[in-house]
């Protein structure tokens, strides 16, 4: 997250992220199949941080995983409509 506001998004390269990591570029896609997904998974990360009204009271409108902690489960976010 630090090197996104650093670079800003368009800037932002997985070339940077595996220097500050200390690990080559190739072995971060052990981890996402591409920039796209890590930043999707970025997302994910900040708006998991983003508190919504009346959310925990089960408030209509609000999208969860059936996995996911308010749903008694444990993933806690979908992305593109897939548990992940």
């Not at 690990?23 to 052990?30: D, G, I, N, P």
């Amino acid at each position: 997250m630090t090197l996104l506001d650093e670079a800003g998004l368009d800037k932002f390269s997985m070339r940077q992220l595996a220097g500050r990591l200390s690990v080559t570029a190739m072995s971060l896609y052990w981890y996402v199949d591409n920039k796209d997904d890590l930043l999707e998974l970025a997302l994910d990360e900040v708006l998991g941080t983003v508190h919504v009204p009346g959310a925990e009271e089960g408030a209509t409108g609000v999208r969860t995983c059936e996995h996911s902690p308010a749903s008694g489960g444990t993933c806690g976010s979908v992305t593109r409509g897939r548990c992940t």
